[in-house]
């Protein structure tokens, strides 16, 4: 298994983000089967000491605007654009935030770290305290300008780079972020620079030993979401990063997600010749391949195996 570089797009090398040694062994290879957004064949490696997941090699930063292009769904995940898929979404983020953001004091800070457009900061300004802080990070200029016309605070860059407070932030989200990330540990460990003693980090991501991960693994698995994930978990290997850069690990779960196993079907027929009708019935804007793909998962999900990891940390 080797990977194929035909498009062009910049490279360099990737290395498991917890170990930082070149220990692995291949365990997939595919294009960008979603976006299209070049030809080349990437390498998904599985480190031997740890079990996460890497790409090696990777795309380098000036490579980013061409694998998120315009139309990439976070940087506006609108009602306008999705529909009934964004109000059944915001409905299942609001229920899964409630317990999260539980027991927050009054005035507490919360930083959104990836936020995207602000989907889920919007869900908090909407049903949380009004006496909360709500802050976003986000690398990318049009997230940043989506996020912001919601009248959302945001500050454009990465957050190793910003100058944010240390010790300032009650609860910090990392939903669908660190695996975006070319340094998780890196992130993590600036995250726990902010936070208040005692302070939580959220984070959500998906989830290698799920059975969409295993049923998929060679090359179609959507949460390979090739070139874009750059890191990817299972409980175990999340743990270790955590504890690696000093926080407890307060509890890991799994949570259900229809989105992999959508993607899943939908890669492995585009793969195969399918044209354009996957594109139209297996996507974000699918309510019924989505909905279908919910029913699926929640068995899974109630045995402890769903398609997501969800992740409270905190800084003792």
């Known amino acids: 298994m080797g990977a194929v570089h035909t498009g062009g797009l910049p490279t360099e090398p990737g290395t498991c ?27 998904a490696w599985r480190c031997r000491r740890c079990g ?22 976070a940087f506006e995940f609108s009602e306008d ?50 006496t909360w802080r709500l802050e976003g990070v986000d690398v990318d200029a049009r997230a940043v300008a989506a996020a912001r016309r919601r009248g959302l605070e945001v500050h454009h860059g990465a957050i190793e780079d910003l100058d944010l407070p240390a010790r300032a932030y009650h609860l910090v989200l990392c939903i669908q972020t660190i695996e975006h990330v070319p340094e998780p540990a890196e992130l993590l460990g600036v995250i ?3 936070l208040v003693p005692g302070g939580r980090v959220h984070v959500v991501t998906d989830n290698t030993a799920s059975p969409d991960a295993r049923w998929f693994r060679r090359r179609h698995w959507g949460g390979y979401h090739f070139p874009r994930h750059l890191h990817l978990y299972d409980a175990g290997a999340l743990g270790t990063l955590a504890r690696r850069v000093g926080l407890r690990v307060r509890r890991v779960r799994t949570i259900l997600s229809p989105v992999n196993w959508v993607y899943s079907l939908r890669n492995l ?12 019935h ?6 019924l391949a989505l909905a279908a793909g919910t029913v699926w998962d929640a068995a899974f999900t109630a045995a402890g195996r769903g398609a997501l990891l969800a992740a409270e940390l905190e800084r003792p």
């Not at 790409?55 to 769904?73: G, K, Q, S, T």
């Not at 539980?102 to 959104?112: F, N, Q």
């Not at 300004?125 to 009004?130: D, E, K, N, T, W």
């Not at 297996?282 to 309510?287: F, Q, T, Y």
């Open 17 to 43: 983000g917890t170990c930082e040694v070149p220990d692995g062994e291949p365990v997939a290879a595919g294009p960008d089967l979603e976006y299209g957004t070049s030809g080349d064949e990437w390498l």
């Open 52 to 73: 996460t997941i890497y790409l090696d090699p990777r795309p380098a930063p000036a490579a980013f605007p061409v694998i998120y292009p315009d139309r990439y769904h």
């Open 81 to 130: 654009e999705f529909g009934l898929v964004h109000r059944a979404r915001t409905w299942l983020e609001a229920r899964r935030l409630a317990p999260v953001v539980d027991g927050l004091p009054t005035g507490a800070r919360i930083l959104d770290v990836g936020c995207g457009d602000g989907f889920h900061l919007a869900i908090l300004a909407r049903h949380g305290s009004p």
């Open 192 to 194: 726990a620079e902010r």
């Open 269 to 280: 027929l585009v793969d195969a010749g399918a044209g354009e009708r996957p594109a139209r």
């Open 282 to 287: 297996l996507s974000l804007r699918a309510p």
